[in-house]
């Protein structure tokens, strides 16, 4: 049986239907609460067979506001969330209203400033920076008098419990391949026939095939003082020929 509501209701989740990507809310009306009205969540672009973005609901306490079309409640839309008067997760930095920012679930966030910084922090604390400093996010908080003020949100406060170090994969449709373990070892995979080239802009080259190490520029073996040999200009005995006199054949 359905009843008839205003076209637009302040709401309050009570529970999640992540299946069907749906919430559970109680209706404020007329002073009194209907509780229990299913509605569907709305995003914005295409949820097509083969298109879509769903973001994570909202949480139970989360108020917000739904549509009803022609009143029925069996119509139910969730529009968007509201502010909430306490305490939040996501406080933009003080005279910065253009930053994107998005606190997530597992204790991760991410950020794009005015100033073109790119922020990625992982929930193991490992991150992605293009800028010159990590931004500071800040969330509101109420203080024992009662004041609502922003504050730093710090990686203990958005998850107690973050796991462990992460390995990292990033795997090319070509078959380049890099794998980070979670101790730090490092592996590059490069496709049969390719090659892996470490360059200096201007500089010396360093390209490994599958006959081996290809070279440019000086080359300096050993990280000492006194061990250190210029591989370039070191001259050698061979022979009968003196230690130090013979010089290095080109292209060897």
Do not use: K
Request: a neutral charge; proline letters at 10%; aromatic letters at 6%.
């Amino acid at each position: 049986m359905s009843r008839n509501l205003p076209s637009l209701c302040d709401a309050t989740v009570t529970a999640q239907v992540p299946d069907q990507y749906r919430l559970i809310v109680t209706i404020d009306l007329f002073g009194g609460q209907i509780p229990y009205i299913p509605v569907d969540v709305l995003t914005h672009g295409p949820r097509d067979a083969v298109r879509g973005r769903r973001p994570p609901l909202p949480q139970p306490g989360t108020r917000g506001l739904v549509a009803f079309t022609r009143g029925d409640d069996r119509t139910g839309r969730w529009l968007g969330a509201q502010e909430p008067a306490q305490p939040d997760a996501s406080t933009m930095t003080p005279g910065q209203g253009n930053v994107d920012y998005a606190a997530h679930y597992d204790g991760g966030w991410s950020w794009r400033g005015p100033d073109g910084t790119v922020a990625e922090v992982f929930a193991d604390g490992s991150r992605l920076l293009l800028g010159t400093a990590l931004p500071a996010p800040t969330r509101h908080i109420v203080q024992p008098d009662g004041q609502r003020v922003a504050s730093t949100f710090t990686a203990p406060q958005r998850n107690p419990s973050p796991p462990g170090a992460m390995p990292l994969a990033v795997t090319l449709a070509n078959g380049f391949s890099l794998a980070v373990t979670a101790a730090g070892s490092a592996t590059f995979t490069v496709p049969a026939g390719q090659t892996l080239t470490l360059a200096v802009a201007g500089g010396a080259t360093a390209t490994l095939t599958a006959a081996g190490w290809e070279v440019t520029g000086v080359v300096v073996a050993g990280a000492g003082t006194g061990d250190q040999v210029g591989l370039q200009t070191h001259r050698h005995g061979t022979g009968t020929a003196a230690a130090g006199t013979v010089a290095p054949t080109p292209g060897t």
